[in-house]
C-alpha cells in the first residue's frame, strides 16, 4: 500500500496552461506539505497544511494555490505556468506538526514546462 | 535563519568499504532535530535516521549511523559496508521547534564502485 501517492508523476505541458497535481496519504497523518525540487536537487518547502489549515506558506508566487479538502489530501493547483516552474514537486506528510515527526514523502511529479 | 551545507557534491565508495558524508548546520535555536534522507534514482525520498539535539548520544540505524557533534554542528553520515543499493543522492535536513519547517541541504551525490 502506498503511504504518500501523487498524481500524475510526469506532467508536460505548455506555458500558460493551468495544472494541478494530487496528493493523497493513508497514514492517518495530520500535517501535509509541499516541497519543490529545483534541476540542481535543491528541495524547499512551499506550504504546509495541519488539519486543513494552512501553517506554512512560503515566498510562493500567487499562482501556486493549495488546496486540502480534508488532512489526507492536499492538492497543488499552478496557475499560468511558467519556464521556470519546471521542477520536481514532492508531497509529504507527517503525523503531528512538530519539528521531531519524520516526514513521509510522495514519489514526486516531475513538471515540464515547453 | 537556519541553514544546512553538505560540502561534498559527490562520493564515492567501494563495495563493503565504509563511507562518511558530511554535514553542517547553523540555528540559533536549542530546540531542533536533524535528519539524512536518501533519495535513489527512483526519486522518493526515504528517511535514513534522525537525531534529537537534546540527545547526546549518536543514532544509529542497521549499517548507518551519525556522529553528532552539537558544539560544531556538525552531524555527518556513516555508512558501514556500503551497498550497490546505497548508491543515492543523500540530503541532511534540520528541523527546529520554532518554525517546524525542515531545511535540505543541497545534497551529495553517493557512487558505490562494485
Known amino acids: 500500500d502506498t503511504a504518500v501517492s501523487q498524481t500524475p508523476k510526469y506532467l508536460v505541458t505548455q506555458m500558460g496552461n493551468d495544472k494541478s497535481i494530487k496528493c493523497e496519504q493513508n497514514?492517518?497523518?495530520?500535517?501535509m506539505y509541499w516541497y519543490k525540487q529545483d534541476s540542481k536537487k535543491f528541495l524547499k518547502i512551499m506550504f504546509s497544511y495541519n488539519n486543513k489549515e494552512l501553517i506554512i506558506n512560503e515566498t510562493v508566487p500567487n499562482r501556486f494555490s493549495p488546496k486540502s479538502p480534508d488532512k489526507a489530501h492536499l492538492n497543488l493547483h499552478i496557475n499560468s505556468l511558467e519556464l521556470g516552474d519546471s521542477a520536481v514537486y514532492f508531497c509529504?506528510?507527517?503525523?503531528?506538526?512538530?519539528?521531531?515527526?519524520?516526514?513521509?514523502f510522495g514519489d514526486g511529479t516531475r513538471l515540464s514546462i515547453l | 535563519a537556519q541553514t544546512v551545507t553538505q560540502s561534498q557534491p559527490e562520493m564515492s565508495v567501494q563495495e563493503a568499504e565504509t563511507v562518511t558524508l558530511s554535514c553542517t548546520y547553523d540555528?540559533?535555536?536549542?530546540?531542533?532535530?536533524l535528519f539524512w534522507y536518501k533519495q535513489p534514482p527512483s526519486r522518493q525520498m526515504i528517511l535514513v535516521i534522525r537525531q534529537e539535539a537534546y540527545k547526546q548520544q549518536n543514532a544509529t540505524e542497521n549499517r548507518f549511523s551519525v556522529n553528532f557533534q552539537k558544539a560544531a554542528k556538525s552531524f555527518s553520515l556513516k555508512i558501514s559496508d556500503s551497498q550497490l543499493g546505497d548508491a543515492a543522492m543523500y540530503f541532511c535536513?534540520?528541523?527546529?521547534?520554532?518554525?517546524?519547517?525542515?531545511?535540505f541541504g543541497t545534497g551529495t551525490r553517493l557512487k558505490v564502485l562494485a
Open positions: 497514514l492517518g497523518h495530520d500535517t
Open positions: 509529504a506528510s507527517s503525523q503531528a506538526h512538530r519539528a521531531g515527526q519524520p516526514q513521509h
Open positions: 535536513a534540520c528541523a527546529t521547534s520554532g518554525t517546524y519547517k525542515y531545511i
Open positions: 540555528t540559533s535555536e536549542s530546540d531542533y532535530y
